[in-house]
């Protein structure tokens, strides 16, 4: 099948907040570089601009009191993931100047009547820190105008299958295009990688859209060093998937109703503790790992009936309800130029972890897209100054090893399955089944359709029980 081969400097993976913000960084650091953005969907997508909310906090941390708290918490809650205490601390330091960017930019920042800003404890903190925009629609499309004034190129069309590296350093993408089914390349100096988090590969979740959730796999096949990728972010949901807290849930008065006909009360379950813990859950939206209240998530995903929806008894009415994929706090370890282990192969966004561990503060995903989206596109900028490109025969061999899977019933199939098995066996506090549902998983890994083998490998880094030796495709 002939093969599409495009070239640039500056290569961004993925339209949403940080592959955004990264792509007008590179422009800004260096006008004459050729800086491309790939990605699925021509118009809003991902988390940042199609979520449910339609309105996303952010962390404004505008005085040197905000800034020690905001550390001290969010290093607090890494715990028991990996966490840099440096990244941290630059998100700190550079969240009030990318912010007035997104007021200038025109963001609708939310104020009240006499027109200061609204603020909000982000989850996971009780200090009112947060700012909220909404209109996501509307945000999306001022971060595309800048983007467009910055003449960066925009490819809307490519399903992006992996990343191309050459004798250690990072030269190009390949995928599919949506449009033609023919592969697609792309030659760059350095690439960028903002392709969202992995909910999507839970069969329940509440990410946005366009959002295949393969990022873990393209990362773990290239080589890259990764971390926290066990650490996602669950939410309750009732079957439309609207949230509802665990403290509501476990109020004294209710009933939690068992599939073999039996019940209990939450304060059969915790006796006096209870107070406590519904009042320390209710602070956060997500469950939180490897913390007291942890206890009462883990109560609700024991008594699961076999849909995987709890039944819960208040007053007069039965609630049903289940956990929801939201986001992930895993991804590539980089340093604080956004750089990973492979030279010129850049994360950001959800691609990226270290500067929140296990569990991550409300407001900080979206302060961390614009502060290491913006360093990371400058250093890729830089980057491309003092190298050049692959030669075009040396990609061409190099490309000749990928292909375009056929067999489109059997891939959607399989990855469903895979998506059906990961809400069933891999949610927090990890199911009996859990293992051989990875023998399979390893197996998958070895599939002739690469959607399959990636979304095979995505999973295998999303099941993960403990930090084992990174996991590659057979070649
Ligand atoms: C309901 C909800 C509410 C949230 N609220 C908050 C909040 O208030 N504050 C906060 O800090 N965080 C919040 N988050 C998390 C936050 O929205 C995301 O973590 C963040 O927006 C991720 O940005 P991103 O640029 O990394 O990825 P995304 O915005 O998800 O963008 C990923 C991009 O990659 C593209 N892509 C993915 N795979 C491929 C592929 N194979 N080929 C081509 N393109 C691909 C997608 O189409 C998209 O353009 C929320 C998340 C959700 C779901």
């Not at 440096?86 to 990318?98: F, H």
């Given at each position: 099948?002939?093969?599409?081969?495009?070239?640039?400097?500056?290569?961004?993976?993925?339209?949403?907040?940080?592959?955004?913000?990264?792509?007008?960084?590179?422009?800004?650091?260096?006008?004459?570089?050729?800086?491309?953005?790939?990605?699925?969907?021509?118009?809003?997508?991902?988390?940042?601009?199609?979520?449910?909310?339609?309105?996303?906090?952010?962390?404004?941390?505008?005085?040197?009191?905000?800034?020690?708290?905001?550390?001290?918490?969010?290093?607090?809650?890494?715990?028991?993931?990996?966490?840099?205490e440096?990244?941290?601390?630059?998100?700190?330091?550079?969240?009030?100047?990318?912010f007035?960017?997104?007021?200038?930019?025109?963001?609708?920042f939310?104020?009240?009547?006499?027109?200061?800003?609204?603020?909000?404890?982000?989850?996971?903190?009780?200090?009112?820190?947060?700012?909220?925009?909404?209109?996501?629609?509307?945000?999306?499309?001022?971060?595309?105008?800048?983007?467009?004034?910055?003449?960066?190129?925009?490819?809307?069309?490519?399903?992006?299958?992996?990343?191309?590296?050459?004798?250690?350093?990072?030269?190009?993408?390949?995928?599919?295009?949506?449009?033609?089914?023919?592969?697609?390349?792309?030659?760059?100096?350095?690439?960028i990688?903002?392709?969202?988090?992995?909910?999507?590969?839970?069969?329940?979740?509440?990410?946005?859209?366009?959002?295949?959730?393969?990022?873990?796999?393209?990362?773990?096949?290239?080589?890259?060093?990764?971390?926290?990728?066990?650490?996602?972010q669950?939410?309750?949901?009732?079957?439309?998937?609207?949230?509802?807290?665990?403290?509501?849930?476990?109020?004294?008065?209710?009933?939690?109703?068992?599939?073999?006909?039996?019940?209990?009360?939450?304060?059969?379950?915790?006796?006096?503790?209870?107070?406590?813990?519904r009042?320390?859950?209710?602070?956060?939206?997500?469950?939180?790992?490897?913390?007291?209240?942890?206890?009462?998530?883990?109560?609700?995903?024991?008594?699961?009936?076999?849909?995987?929806?709890?039944?819960?008894?208040?007053?007069?009415?039965?609630?049903?309800?289940?956990?929801?994929?939201?986001?992930g706090?895993?991804?590539?370890?980089?340093?604080?130029?956004?750089?990973?282990?492979?030279?010129?192969l850049?994360?950001?966004?959800?691609?990226?972890?270290?500067?929140h561990?296990?569990?991550?503060?409300?407001?900080?995903?979206?302060?961390?897209?614009?502060?290491?989206?913006?360093?990371?596109?400058?250093?890729?900028?830089?980057?491309?100054?003092?190298?050049?490109?692959?030669?075009?025969?040396?990609?061409?061999?190099?490309?000749?090893?990928?292909?375009?899977?056929?067999?489109?019933?059997?891939?959607?199939?399989?990855?469903?399955?895979?998506?059906?098995?990961?809400?069933?066996?891999?949610?927090?506090?990890?199911?009996?089944?859990?293992?051989?549902?990875?023998?399979?998983?390893?197996?998958?890994?070895?599939?002739?359709?690469?959607?399959?083998?990636?979304?095979?490998?995505?999973?295998?880094?999303?099941?993960?029980?403990?930090?084992?030796?990174?996991?590659?495709?057979?070649?």
């Open positions: 099948m002939p093969t599409t081969l495009l070239s640039t400097d500056v290569l961004v993976l993925g339209s949403g907040l940080s592959g955004l913000r990264a792509a007008w960084a590179a422009k800004e650091q260096n006008q004459k570089l050729n800086v491309t953005v790939a990605c699925l969907r021509n118009g809003p997508s991902g988390s940042s601009f199609t979520n449910r909310n339609n309105a996303l906090g952010y962390q404004l941390l505008d005085t040197d009191d905000r800034k020690a708290t905001f550390v001290e918490e969010a290093m607090a809650l890494g715990w028991p993931g990996f966490i840099d440096k990244l941290v601390t630059i998100l700190a330091d550079e969240s009030e100047p990318r007035r960017e997104m007021e200038e930019i025109g963001l609708a939310k104020r009240d009547t006499a027109g200061h800003l609204t603020r909000h404890p982000g989850c996971g903190s009780l200090e009112p820190r947060s700012v909220i925009f909404d209109d996501l629609h509307a945000s999306f499309n001022r971060y595309s105008k800048r983007t467009a004034e910055y003449n960066c190129n925009i490819v809307t069309d490519l399903e992006i299958m992996g990343i191309i590296v050459h004798k250690g350093t990072a030269c190009g993408v390949w995928g599919r295009s949506t449009t033609t089914g023919r592969l697609t390349s792309i030659r760059s100096t350095s690439v990688m903002a392709l969202g988090g992995p909910a999507p590969l839970f069969h329940g979740h509440i990410a946005g859209a366009a959002n295949p959730g393969l990022g873990y796999g393209i990362m773990a096949d290239a080589g890259i060093t990764l971390a926290n990728t066990t650490f996602h669950f939410m309750w949901g009732r079957r439309d998937r609207s949230f509802v807290n665990p403290a509501t849930l476990l109020a004294p008065g209710n009933v939690i109703l068992r599939e073999n006909g039996t019940s209990f009360t939450p304060t059969d379950q915790f006796g006096a503790t209870l107070t406590d813990l009042t320390s859950r209710a602070t956060h939206c997500p469950v939180f790992h490897d913390r007291p209240d942890t206890i009462l998530d883990r109560t609700l995903m024991d008594n699961r009936w076999d849909d995987g929806f709890v039944r819960i008894k208040a007053h007069s009415q039965t609630m049903e309800t289940s956990l929801f994929a939201h986001a706090n895993g991804g590539a370890v980089i340093n604080e130029h956004g750089e990973t282990s492979i030279r010129n850049f994360a950001v966004g959800e691609c990226a972890t270290g500067m561990g296990a569990n991550r503060m409300g407001g900080a995903m979206i302060l961390a897209t614009q502060v290491l989206g913006r360093r990371a596109g400058i250093e890729a900028a830089n980057r491309s100054n003092t190298i050049s490109l692959i030669k075009k025969n040396d990609f061409n061999d190099i490309c000749d090893n990928f292909a375009i899977p056929d067999q489109r019933d059997h891939e959607t199939a399989t990855v469903n399955t895979i998506r059906q098995e990961m809400q069933r066996f891999a949610l927090f506090g990890r199911q009996v089944g859990i293992q051989e549902f990875r023998e399979r998983l390893k197996e998958q890994t070895r599939s002739r359709n690469r959607i399959i083998q990636l979304t095979a490998l995505s999973a295998l880094e999303a099941s993960r029980p403990t930090i084992e030796e990174p996991l590659r495709l057979e070649k």
